[in-house]
């Protein structure tokens, strides 16, 4: 496993390891290096796990975002560096481009979401589109990701095993026994999130 769990699980068929330490802080992916050169984020916003992706070392980087001025913004950032490519578009639509021979594994960090007036689509959430959605854009990219191989998944913005739990049946609906799903916390400045972000290693 990737982190030493304190406490093991077991809901339905899957082994979840609750793991308060360490906790996952901010988008740090350094943990996540050994196990691909290759980093890809669905959701750019100005480019932050970017640059962390970059602090931790990884010499493939890809990036989408769907929102025109946070895309203008991260690709102007970053258009020197060739380690880089910021994509603009929905996460659904380029993803099969994105990762078009790539290396397996690689690691994925899904996080691409409304998140209120001025982000991408806030307006299509507002107005009950279900394409907007998070947890169904989230499936849309499992389903592109886990077609393409066994890849790190990193999906953030769970709330526990509740919301976790649909993501993990997807992936081993595809890879019987093929994955091992850890729950673990997030820490922000001053803000402590609970079983935050979503785990899938392949095993």
């Known amino acids: 496993m990737l982190f030493n769990a304190v406490k093991t699980n077991f809901v339905g068929k899957y082994k979840i390891s609750n793991l308060p330490l360490p906790k996952f802080n901010l988008m740090d992916f350094i943990p996540f290096r050994q196990y ?3 980093f890809i984020e669905t959701g750019t916003h100005i480019g932050t796990s970017v640059k962390k992706a970059i602090n931790a070392g990884f010499e493939i980087i890809k990036s989408v975002e769907a929102y025109k001025e946070f895309y ?5 950032k970053f258009k020197d560096n060739n380690k880089v490519q910021i994509f603009f578009g929905k996460s659904t639509e ?11 594994p690689s690691v994925f960090w899904l996080d691409a979401h409304p998140s209120g007036p001025g982000t991408a689509g806030h307006d299509e959430l507002m107005a009950g589109e279900k394409d907007a959605y998070q947890d169904n854009i989230l499936e ?4 592109i990701i886990i077609n393409d191989g066994r890849h790190v998944i990193l999906i953030d913005d769970q709330q526990g095993w509740v919301t976790a739990q ?8 595809y890879y019987p026994g093929g994955y ?6 997030e820490d922000l400045p001053g803000i402590h999130h609970k079983e935050k972000v979503l785990i899938c290693l392949p095993v």
Do not use: V
């Open 36 to 38: 691909s050169n290759t």
């Open 72 to 76: 203008l913004i991260a690709n102007s």
């Open 94 to 104: 380029r993803l099969p481009e994105m990762i078009k021979g790539i290396n397996i």
């Open 140 to 143: 849309k990219e499992i389903d």
């Open 166 to 173: 649909r993501f993990a049946d997807q992936i081993e609906k």
């Open 180 to 185: 091992e799903f850890s729950l673990i916390d």
